[in-house]
Structures are given as structure tokens and as C-alpha cells.
């Protein structure tokens, strides 16, 4: 059974940073793409970033502006979200996600989803 952990999250100021991780377990191989979605109270899942196989390319949603980083460490089986300049329009719960195959996947019906993790940037 694939399972997905996220850590890193935690509560940082205006202007900080956070690294957030996603260790894959269960499956051998890095055959997957690998993103981070996010959730705020009341409002829909958003997506943040997503890495390909093997990790050439990369993709993030317009509201990072380049203040977001996706990589993956495929010995380690681990994705990796550092974020820069942190705003309360951060604040959420992110979550991993991986699939198989092309990075569309993780639009799917089925990516694996790791139990989220929270982050809140204090004004």
C-alpha cells in the first residue's frame, strides 16, 4: 500500500520561509509524478506545484510568482515544497499527492494523497 507523509509544516511570520517534505513508502521504483495541493477554510483545493518523472520538469500554480520551489529526491523517495516569502494568503493545509505516469494524473481520480500538513503565516 502506498502511503504519503508530509511534515514541515508549522506557523512562521509574513516574509518567512518553510520547507515541506512528502516521504513515499510502499512503492519501489520513482515511476510517479509527485505534487502539493492546499486547502484554506471554505475554499476549494488549490493547486500549488507538481514535479515529472523523473523530476526534469516542473509546474506551479500562477498565484506562487516564483516564490515556491518543487524538487524531488528519488533516492529518498521524497518531494521537497520550499516556500519563500510567506503571506497569510498562505495559510492552509497542504497536502502531497503522487500518480503514476504523466503529471496530469495528479488531477485524477485516483493519486495517492499523503494526511496533509498545516501552515499559517501570522501578519
Known amino acids: 500500500q502506498v502511503q504519503l507523509a508530509e511534515s514541515g509544516g508549522g506557523l512562521v511570520q509574513t516574509g518567512g520561509s518553510l520547507r515541506l517534505s512528502c516521504a513515499v513508502s510502499?512503492?519501489?521504483?520513482?515511476?510517479?509524478?509527485m505534487g502539493w495541493f492546499r486547502q484554506a477554510p471554505g475554499k476549494e483545493r488549490q493547486f500549488v506545484a507538481a514535479?515529472?518523472?523523473?523530476?526534469?520538469?516542473?509546474y506551479y500554480g500562477d498565484f506562487v510568482k516564483g516564490r515556491f520551489t518543487i524538487s524531488r529526491d528519488n533516492a529518498k523517495n521524497t518531494a521537497y515544497l520550499q516556500m519563500n516569502n510567506l503571506t497569510s494568503e498562505d495559510t492552509a493545509v497542504y497536502y502531497c499527492?503522487?500518480?503514476?505516469?504523466?503529471?496530469?494524473?495528479?488531477?485524477?481520480?485516483?493519486?495517492?494523497w499523503g494526511q496533509g500538513t498545516q501552515v499559517t503565516v501570522s501578519s
Open positions: 499527492a503522487a500518480a503514476p505516469g504523466h503529471w496530469g494524473a495528479l488531477f485524477g481520480p485516483n493519486p495517492w
Open positions: 514535479i515529472t518523472v523523473p523530476g526534469d520538469n516542473t
Open positions: 510502499g512503492r519501489t521504483g520513482n515511476d510517479y509524478a
